[in-house]
């Protein structure tokens, strides 16, 4: 990855920080330094400390008020935005949606392939993996989620169904060799042929093996459990439900805790209910994604999803007949729509977006306003959580300039 220059000297932040642990907030300060968290102190709790960091003659201090500092956000499941898609295969279409998304407060994502041929996914590994290395804002891809094509073609959801196939151990064998700890998680449906060596050569790599668009029963997805997954996508949608006689893959996911999940809380994917059995039964087992696609922060219109026409109305994206496919908001909306529709705390929300996804993919160093972690870092409005500042790695992204300081 390439080498990014830091700001000299520290940075001293002061706002109602949110820390992403699920405590309530505090007001105290944060600091920062070589693109790391150097420290957090609650006012009340060490002001002398404090204050000899703001005497220190090379601190530049910020006083944001009431406004929150919370952790930047981690969307592990994001297909695109801002009129671009990650199966662009695009190094100018994935800058084009990170923009859009770290101006709104995702600092971390996973980019997710779509189900498509094979050398559309070569095209869309090499480039998202280009941009990672060579780009400052490719900081924002920790890795990719691929979502397909190993998937059941009863539960395609908004995945071409030309292109589903049985799991192909080999294609994962030469995206790891070319592109090596860069595919963070593998999304399968576990019933398939082949699902079994490939869940066993994706743990050899440290990838996270995935339940989704699966039509597997409650007894298979328990096997797939003993073979190492780990980790079930966008939770009800597109898999076998919960019926009182046969548990399906819903019944699975909500019973076991070896399996972590997520939730899509865009007012679409799941009714108020279901969001709310999900979170008590789930717990810190549950984050909140968006799978949003290439019409996030654009107007309703037709839009295309690996070859397949979408129609967005009113912020909904749906094929012509009914199906949902993905959504069209980014990650702070999710915050905010867990906290207004749904009665969460703001704390509980933040944590549903950050440590808990943080932990999900194993990325140690994000997700907690905490010494040692990276300095990813969004500054919050009180009213309406609207996003004033974005921080990423240590440095201030301006959303109109789209350069680092």
Not at 184 to 194: D, K, V, Y
Not at 233 to 244: E, G, L, T
């Amino acid at each position: 990855m390439m080498k990014r220059e830091r700001s000299v000297g520290r940075l001293v932040l002061k706002g109602t920080i949110l820390d992403g642990s699920g405590r309530e907030p505090f007001t105290g300060y944060v600091t920062v330094e070589q693109g790391r968290i150097a420290s957090v102190f609650p006012e009340a709790e060490a002001p002398a400390e404090v204050m000899s960091q703001l005497d220190s003659t090379d601190a530049q201090v910020l006083d944001f008020g009431n406004a929150y500092l919370t952790p930047g956000l981690i969307d592990i499941h994001l297909h695109g935005g801002a009129g671009a898609d990650v199966m662009d295969g695009s190094a100018d279409s994935l800058i084009q949606m990170l923009r859009y998304y770290l101006a709104h407060g995702t600092t971390s994502i996973l980019a997710t392939t779509l189900t498509a041929s094979k050398p559309d996914i070569d095209r869309a590994l090499a480039a998202a993996f280009s941009v990672q290395q060579t780009e400052r804002i490719g900081q924002v891809i920790q890795g990719v989620h691929l979502e397909g094509p190993f998937l059941s073609p009863k539960w395609p959801g908004a995945q071409h169904p030309q292109w589903i196939c049985n799991p192909q151990t080999g294609w994962l064998r030469e995206w790891t060799a070319r592109f090596p700890g860069f595919i963070r998680i593998l999304t399968l449906a576990p019933e398939l042929e082949g699902a079994e060596e490939a869940i066993a050569y994706a743990l050899e790599q440290n990838i996270i093996a995935a339940c989704g668009h699966s039509d597997a029963t409650y007894d298979q997805v328990r096997t797939a459990i003993s073979w190492g997954i780990t980790h079930a996508v966008h939770c009800c949608n597109a898999m076998r439900p919960f019926h009182h006689r046969e548990p399906g893959v819903v019944g699975a996911v909500l019973l076991h805790d070896e399996l972590s999940t997520e939730i899509n809380v865009d007012g679409y994917h799941l009714h108020p209910a279901a969001v709310e059995l999900i979170l008590r039964l789930k717990q810190d087992r549950v984050c909140v994604i968006t799978d949003s696609m290439r019409a996030a922060g654009m107007t309703d219109g037709v839009y295309h999803l690996a070859g397949l026409e979408v129609h967005v109305k009113q912020g909904a994206a749906r094929f012509a007949d009914g199906t949902i496919a993905g959504s069209t908001i980014p990650l702070v909306q999710s915050v905010r729509h867990l906290v207004q529709k749904h009665g969460k705390s703001l704390p509980e929300a933040v944590k549903h977006a950050t440590s808990i996804p943080a932990g999900i993919v194993k990325l140690h160093n994000k997700g907690l306003l905490k010494a040692g972690c990276d300095a990813d870092l969004v500054v919050l409005e009180q009213e309406g959580l609207q996003v004033k500042r974005v921080m990423l790695g240590g440095d201030w992204f301006d959303p109109e300039t789209h350069n680092f300081a």
